[in-house]
Nanobody, 124 residues
Framework: VQLQASGGGLVQAGGSLRLSCAASGRTERRYTMGWFRQAPGKEREFVAAISWSGDSTYYTDSVKGRFTISRDNAKNTVYLQMNSLKPEDTAVYYC??????????????????WGQGTLVTVSS
């Protein structure tokens, strides 16, 4: 499975961005999809995840109420709508694919495939 993340950019605090992650290859398998981010000098951290059906979503506390993860399986694409952005949201954002049978949606070690990352910069 190949993942291609896009949609990053420079935005002022309080602004919005929508990230996309398009999957190609062996997409017939069912994957939970997740977004992680990594700021300079910090470890990669979990942001949000969505089950294959889209019925279940998970968020880290710092983005609850501001970010929304969604997916369109017909397009093999996952989205991360980010509103009310803050300077501390600045990071490279990565999308990942996790086998649907795994419950470790917040652990980067459990993900099998990763996109290349897209940079989000939020200015104050």
């Amino acid at each position: 499975v190949q993942l291609q993340a896009s949609g990053g950019g420079l935005v002022q605090a309080g602004g919005s961005l929508r990230l996309s992650c398009a999957a190609s290859g062996r997409t017939e398998r069912r994957y939970t999809m997740g977004w992680f981010r990594q700021a300079p000098g910090k470890e990669r951290e979990f942001v949000a995840a969505i089950s294959w059906s889209g019925d279940s979503t998970y968020y880290t506390d710092s983005v609850k109420g501001r970010f929304t993860i969604s997916r369109d399986n017909a397009k093999n694409t996952v989205y991360l709508q980010m509103n009310s952005l803050k300077p501390e949201d600045t990071a490279v954002y990565y999308c990942g694919a996790l086998p649907s049978y795994s419950g470790s949606y917040d652990s980067s070690l459990a993900y099998l495939y990763w996109g290349q990352g897209t940079l989000v910069t939020v200015s104050s």
